[in-house]
């Protein structure tokens, strides 16, 4: 099932893709059914597989090129969880460029035995296909992201590897947008060049963890302009999902309807040489295979 948020007219509301191919509202297809997402992963597995069902053959929604979507999850509750250094190349393209010194970025030899955490705030995210706001004046060195979001079904704390899918309600694409300058000038502290509004786009829904199965060695890339610039597969991830999720629930309640954004491959402008940065006027594309593509434009603030 492809879960979407979508305004239709002046209406905003949950939807899903039907057997047609159009939108058809959530509260639609099961009377009583919460209107957004967040309630109708909250219900619980059993109204979820209600509407699903009811999707199946479900007709004569929305087309689904006359609605304008959002973030399936346009303001998350919390901040939207992020794994910073998560694809081995990565790391070593992150070394070579020397973002935040060497003492913060870890040679491919060196990879940690932990994940790295940061958070992005709930006015980060935006649509699939809504504008991303250029960083000036603050800076001129605006980078792209290509992730995996996970997004959290079943709450619960202290979630072991093996119990972690079970915690899992589906998958979306993320652009983690990168402001590398402002990055690196707050004491190697991420927070602040991770936080502009409209620098995570996210959807273009929610595939929800059945329908895409495997999440492991799914193809991930980016285009800017039309021209690939990261071209990866999940499957290089250092940290898999199972242990993220093991360790950001320790000792911390991950909630259903929380967001996470796993790490990014290579390819990223700031390690090009020379570096790349997005402009005004760029359109810059991630995609994930069997999930979806996200096409924002850059504009001016």
């Not at 081995?88 to 070394?95: D, K, L, N, P, V």
């Amino acid at each position: 099932m492809r879960i979407v948020t979508y305004t239709d007219g002046l209406t905003t509301r949950a939807g899903v893709i039907a057997g047609d191919g159009s939108i058809v509202a959530v509260a639609s297809l099961v009377p009583g059914a919460p209107d957004d997402v967040l309630g109708l992963i909250a219900a619980g597995p059993e109204l979820s597989r209600r509407v699903s069902a009811a999707a199946s053959t479900a007709k004569g929604g929305v087309p689904l090129m006359g609605a304008h979507l959002h973030a399936p999850i346009p303001r998350p509750r919390r901040n939207v969880f992020c794994v910073g250094w998560n694809y081995a190349s990565h790391f070593e393209e992150g070394r070579k460029a020397r973002i935040g010194g060497a003492a913060s970025t870890p040679s491919a030899q060196e990879i940690p035995e932990w994940p790295a955490f940061f958070s992005k705030n709930p006015a980060t995210v935006t649509g699939p296909h809504d504008p991303i706001i250029f960083p000036s004046p603050h800076s001129v060195e605006l980078d792209w992201e290509v992730e995996l979001a996970v997004i959290i079904g079943r709450s619960g704390k202290e979630i072991g590897e093996a119990a972690a899918y079970e915690h899992v309600f589906g998958y979306a694409v993320a652009n983690d947008v990168s402001v590398r300058d402002v990055q690196r000038r707050h004491g190697g502290q991420w927070f602040k060049g991770k936080n502009f509004d409209t620098h995570l786009p996210l959807g273009p829904w929610i595939v929800t963890a059945d329908e895409l199965g495997d999440p492991n060695d799914l193809r991930v890339s980016t285009r800017v302009n039309g021209v690939t610039k990261q071209d990866s597969r999940t499957s290089f991830m250092v940290f898999k999902i199972p242990r993220l999720l093991r360790e950001l629930s320790a000792g911390c309640a991950l909630e259903a309807g929380d967001v996470i954004i796993t790490g990014t491959p290579e390819g990223v402008g700031f390690a090009r040489k020379p570096p790349e940065f997005l402009k005004v006027g760029d359109v810059v594309e991630v995609e994930i295979e069997r999930i979806g593509t996200l096409r924002n434009t850059v504009v001016a603030p």
